[in-house]
Every structure is written in C-alpha cells, then in structure tokens.
C-alpha cells in the first residue's frame, strides 16, 4: 500500500522558532510538494521538487524553504515562524509523468503563538 | 492564482439523492482531477480526465469534461453518509504534474 508520512499530525509553535515539516514517500516518486490549505483559499503551492537538490517556487514561498537530499524524503522549513503561517500543510507526490495522480500525506496543522 | 472555482461551495442532500458538483477553469489544460479530503485529512484521488476526453466513470463517480466552457462536472449518484466530505478539482496545464486546485465543494450527506 502507498505511503505519504508526515512527521506530525499537530504541531504548536511560537513566533520566530525555526520550524521543520517532513514529508517522507515510499513509492520511489520522483515529484514531492508542499501545499498549504487555508479555510476558503483551498490548497496553495508552496515549493515542488522533481528531483534530488532540485526545488522550484510555487505560488507562495515567501517565508519558506525546502530541501531534498534523498528521493523520500522533502522538507519544509519556516525559518521564522510567524502567526500568518499558522495553517495545515500537506505534502503530496507523484511519478515523473506529466499526466498522474498526486498521493496525499495526512497533513500537519501547524499553530503558530 | 487559483485555476479552478467550484461550484457550490457547499452541498447539503439526503441520502441516496445524487450529488453534482461544478469545476471551473481559466486556462488550457492538459489534464482534470477531482480529490476528495475527509475532514482534518489528507486528499485522495478519485479520477483523472484527460484534455481530449468527455466523459468517464468510476463506480458511482461520474465526471465530464467541456473543455469549449472550461468547465468540469462531478456526479456522486446514490449518495452515501460515508461521501460525507470536500471535494476538489485540480488542474494541470503544463503537463508537468504541477496542479492547481480550486477551493472545493464541501458536501454533506444526511442519513
């Protein structure tokens, strides 16, 4: 059975701590993202990554970062968390074909004090 | 920039009552998806449309595809308590995986 882990389900942080999410797949998928998903904005890009050290912005990355040393394995770092970013975030991933489906994790609900 | 807005954003039925949700989109695309997300959860795909398709089924899911009114349709018939959740259609216009999403259609099935 696929697989999309996150690191944790919630999460309680205060304003300007350094902020790690980890998305972690078993299915050998070349693509990984990070959304953010907000009551009446639905799911917003934050960054992509279609390979190892390799990452490209989505459509709000301002105040955020990622990295990708391993294929399973993409983070997403608040570098300095701020209430606005108090969200649910999601990390989804697919194979490297254009036309395919996206795997879910089941998010974190991050609360930023 | 959101791709896709759905139509109603909320959905109230009994069950066993169809439920039709509308997608709607800007640009040319490749491909259309719909997802669906239990409540606090992650999105699960349900079916995949492809540019030069109009119709496809799968079970009880039923989707269209207009691409002349950039619009996209989901029929759930003989709803169930368990279709109980929020549905969302994403887009992919450069064939490269990235979607785009809309805000959803949250729908609630009574028993």
């Known amino acids: 059975d696929v697989k999309v882990t996150q690191s944790s389900r919630y999460l309680v942080k205060r304003t300007g701590e350094k902020v790690f999410l980890e998305c972690v797949q078993d299915?050998?998928?070349?693509?990984m993202f990070w959304y953010r998903q907000d009551p009446g904005l639905g799911l917003r890009l934050i960054y992509f990554?279609?390979?190892?050290?390799?990452?490209e912005k989505g459509d709000i990355p301002e105040g955020y970062s990622v990295s990708r040393e391993k294929k399973e394995r993409f983070s997403l770092i608040l570098e300095s968390a701020s209430t606005n970013q108090t969200s649910m975030y999601l990390c989804?991933?697919?194979?490297?074909?254009?036309?395919?489906?996206?795997?879910f994790g089941p998010g974190t609900r991050l609360t930023v004090l | 920039s959101q791709q896709g807005e759905e139509d109603p954003q909320a959905l109230s039925i009994q069950e066993g009552e169809n439920a039709t949700m509308n997608c709607s989109y800007k640009?040319?695309?490749?491909?259309l998806q719909w997802y669906r997300q239990n409540s606090g959860r992650g999105l699960v795909h349900l079916i995949l449309?492809?540019?030069?398709?109009r119709e496809k089924h799968s079970g009880r899911l039923r989707v269209t595809l207009d691409t002349s009114k950039k619009s996209s349709s989901l029929l759930i018939t003989a709803s169930r308590a368990a279709d109980t959740a929020s549905y969302f259609c994403?887009?992919?216009?450069?064939?490269?995986?990235?979607?785009?999403f809309g805000q959803g259609t949250t729908l609630q099935v009574k028993p």
């Open positions: 989804a991933s697919s194979r490297p074909q254009g036309i395919d489906e996206q795997f």
């Open positions: 299915m050998d998928h070349e693509n």
């Open positions: 990554s279609y390979d190892v050290k390799m990452k």
């Open positions: 640009t040319s695309i490749n491909n």
């Open positions: 449309i492809r540019s030069n398709e």
């Open positions: 994403a887009t992919d216009a450069s064939n490269t995986g990235k979607l785009i």
